[in-house]
């Protein structure tokens, strides 16, 4: 297992957060250090969407405490987040649909032209094309166009868009939600891959959302799981295993000592 | 690794990919279709008209003419479209705007007693404030349907429809329902119904505002934002893009459009006319939609729109030479139409199975 540092980098204490009756968090606490792969796990509907998104900006929490490097953040916008270096894949993926690979890749960040008329917003199509390829070839991703909408392409590969936009931009946190989830055995071997390169080729933190427990075992440096909108059980994931992950997350112990729903 | 290797998509020639490439440049072609489809329009009128009297330079010109006002509402409309959005209330603006200008105008020109004698002592001021009100109150209405969509989250559908019966109302409180009288003839004489190289003024001005709008989609990050918001809002406020700020603007955009209308019709009719316009509405989302903008939005290209904004003036225009009773036209518009709204779906069913 990779010796991750001490350091935390992300610290989220005591989040709430409410959809009018249903209480998606209900006090989570989690705590991301620099360099580690951190795995969070839950039944469905146990707010581990929710979780991240409070990270990257997209949900504002009701209550509790958020921490960067220490110092308290509050992301306002999923901006803040990016600005801050996190970059998030959404377990819905959220691609522009009928816009191209390239634009996808850099929506929000698009390269403008050289001269003044880069002070009007105009943009440099071939330049974001160039420079999608590239991120893409580097990242070992190949897609048959880059010139079709998105919506043209397959559920395995708009995930790799997915990926590679998160993974190309970020620069200290990289968030991945079920990234895994419409992927080939082949497919998923490279994401779990990515996930590695990107902590130890670019120092990078990664939140690793998983249904699948011999991915986490695989995967990630430590565990964290949540339970009805709490966490349950943070730990290194070479000291725990299946059973008690299994118990954590579901709160039964059948007779035969072994967890079920 | 290679994790594009998902069904058959990446192998070299797989028909599925051979499908998607050819249907990918058949969505290229469209545009194409549509010059295609008024070339045609053009040539059979030519024919078919006396002398093809259809094709003269006059005849050219009142089309065009006929259809600049209309032009620039759909270039504004199809924005608002692609965004996902819809703006029923640009015909309305468009007389209110007119309306609010040419009061400004007759009042700031002279006084009433010299108005009334068609004595303007002060017309380049008159004209001056006359166009910024109008052009202002479209941008003030504009931002209103703006702030109420994106700040309530009420569809645009609703919004828009609401600011239509409003301002069209507060108009006819302002005029007393009647058309604005006495407005100074040099607007009309100098602007109106003037010509640079041949082309009128109003059709320059079209074209100016269409160019930049064209720019302004293809080539700029706003259009880029425009496009992405269409397609999914979640996608782009994911991104970054400031969602709400910008469909604010893009309504805003609609709006001064609108008010620059305002001013094109008073100087085209020497007048502020507040039964006009009742179907620019209408007629612009047609425009758009025939030009194969997509009303579930993030689709659309500015060429199309100006093709099918040409379509229902040439249609009127040359069913009159040819002697065809020009009830058909709207027969032969919503045809069109239904055609270009199937086209719309087949796509994206085929988007959605791919
Ligand atoms: N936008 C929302 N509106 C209403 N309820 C939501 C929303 N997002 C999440 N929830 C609810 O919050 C709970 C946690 O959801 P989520 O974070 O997606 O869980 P997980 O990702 O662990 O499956 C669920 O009960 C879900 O229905
Ligand atoms: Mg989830």
């Known amino acids: 297992m990779n010796p991750t540092s001490d350091k935390v980098l992300l610290s989220a204490r005591g989040i709430v957060k409410n959809y009018g009756h249903v209480q998606a968090l209900g006090g989570a606490n989690f705590e991301l250090r620099e360099h580690e792969i951190h795995a969070l796990v839950g039944d469905n509907g146990a707010g581990k969407s929710t979780l991240i998104k409070v990270f990257s900006g997209d949900v504002q929490p009701d209550e509790g405490v958020l921490e960067i490097d220490g110092r308290p953040a509050r992301f306002a916008s999923p901006r803040d987040a990016q600005v801050a270096g996190i970059e998030t894949v959404y377990q819905d993926l959220a691609l522009a649909s009928t816009l191209d690979t390239a634009m996808n890749i850099h929506l929000g960040r698009e390269l403008l032209v050289r001269g003044p008329l880069a002070k009007l917003g105009f943009i440099n199509r071939r330049a974001m094309k160039r420079n999608a390829a590239e991120q893409l070839k580097e990242l070992g991703i190949e897609l048959p166009s880059f010139t079709i909408p998105v919506s043209d392409l397959s559920g395995g590969q708009r995930q790799a868009v997915a990926v590679a936009r998160a993974a190309a931009w970020g620069r200290r946190i990289l968030i991945m939600d079920e990234p895994v989830a419409a992927l080939a055995p082949q497919q998923t071997e490279f994401v779990l891959s990515l996930m590695r390169r990107a902590r130890d080729d670019r120092g990078l933190a990664v939140i690793f959302i998983s249904h699948n427990l011999p991915h986490v075992f695989l995967a990630s440096d430590r565990v964290t799981v949540l339970r009805h909108g709490q966490t349950v059980l943070t730990k290194p994931t070479a000291e725990t295993d299946v059973e008690e992950l299994l118990r954590a997350m579901t709160g039964i112990m059948n007779t035969e000592g072994r967890a079920s729903a | ?354």
């Open chain 2, 1 to 354: 690794m290679n994790i594009g290797t998902h069904g058959s998509a990446s192998s070299e020639h797989s028909p599925a990919k051979q499908l998607r490439e050819l249907a990918a440049r058949f969505f290229k072609l469209e545009s194409a279709l549509l010059v295609a489809i008024l070339g045609a329009m053009i040539v059979i009128f030519t024919i078919l008209s006396p002398s093809g009297e259809f094709f003269s330079s006059g005849n050219i010109r009142s089309i065009a003419l006929d259809t600049s006002e209309i032009l620039v509402l759909s270039a504004g409309e199809m924005l608002i479209i692609v965004a996902a959005g819809l703006d029923l209330s640009i015909g309305s603006v468009v007389v209110f705007s007119s309306v609010v200008g040419a009061k400004t105008l007759v009042a700031l020109s002279g006084s009433p007693a010299q108005v009334a004698q068609f004595t303007y002592p002060h017309l380049a001021l008159g004209i001056t404030a006359g166009v910024a009100v109008a052009v202002l109150a479209g941008l003030g209405w504009g931002l209103v349907n703006g702030l109420l969509t994106a700040k309530w989250g009420v569809p645009p559908f609703i919004v828009t429809l609401g600011t239509l019966s409003v301002a069209v109302g507060l108009a006819q409180v302002i005029t007393g329902g009647l058309n604005v009288p006495n407005i100074p003839p040099a607007l009309q004489n100098s602007y109106g119904s003037g010509q640079l190289f041949g082309i009128p003024w109003l059709v320059w001005t079209a074209i100016i505002v269409v160019g930049i709008l064209w720019v302004l989609l293809e080539l700029t990050r706003y259009g880029l934002h425009t496009y992405a918001i269409g397609a999914s809002p979640e996608a782009a406020r994911r991104a970054g893009i400031n969602v709400r700020l910008h469909t604010i603007s893009l309504y805003g955009l609609m709006g001064l459009l609108a008010g620059i209308v305002g001013v094109m019709d008073v100087a085209r009719f020497d007048t502020a006319s507040i039964f006009a316009h009742t179907q620019d509405n209408l007629t612009a989302i047609t425009a758009a939609v025939i030009g194969g903008t997509s009303l579930f939005g993030g689709r659309g290209r500015m060429l199309g729109t100006v093709i099918g904004a040409f379509i229902p003036a040439t249609l009127r225009n040359g069913f009159v030479l040819i002697g065809v009773e020009p009830f058909w036209q709207n027969v032969a518009l919503g045809s069109v139409l239904i055609t270009a709204v199937y086209i719309d779906q087949m796509r994206r069913r085929r988007a959605r199975i791919a």
